[in-house]
């Protein structure tokens, strides 16, 4: 009896640290300001599904309609906390993992050597409601990107 209690308290603490290493902080609807005025907003969305599993979509409204650019999921896998999105390789789209690094309380990168486009996404926290974003690529055609993000709900 007396091991399975250990083993359970083992279990129980595993689980605690995972959700402490878990960027939950990005759950939420994050609105990105175009640069150009006249252009409007693109959003980021993550919608909590347990305390370690994000679903999450990139989109953009045009009056009544929107137009979804990726759909992403957040999940611990094997161990890592990996995004599951669109990227691409060689020209072409693939279903690609982007494998988590906690660099410190408030910054995050994800990193797919599999994927040109994009290689490594970056979330930084800056305060509550405010994220800043950066994408690395591995081609010369692509272009790295940054934003900043700010919470809407």
Request: charged share 25%; aromatic share 16%; net charge negative.
């Amino acid at each position: 009896m007396k091991r399975y209690l250990v083993a359970f308290v083992f279990v129980l603490m595993s689980a605690a640290m995972q959700a402490q290493s878990f960027p939950s902080w990005l759950a939420g609807t994050w609105e990105i300001p175009s640069v150009v005025a006249y252009a409007g907003s693109s959003y980021e969305e993550w919608r909590k599904i347990s305390d370690s599993h994000l679903e999450g979509k990139t989109y953009r409204m045009f009056g009544n309609d929107t137009i979804v650019f990726d759909r992403m999921k957040m999940l611990v896998e094997g161990g890592n906390v990996v995004i599951k999105m669109s990227a691409e390789k060689d020209g072409q789209r693939i279903e690609a993992s982007f494998i988590g690094s906690k660099l410190c309380e408030d910054l995050w990168v994800f990193e797919c050597p599999e994927s040109d486009s994009p290689s490594a996404i970056y979330y930084r926290k800056f305060g509550e409601g405010q994220v800043y974003v950066w994408t690395e690529v591995k081609t010369d055609y692509d272009v790295c990107a940054d934003f900043m993000m700010y919470k809407k709900k």
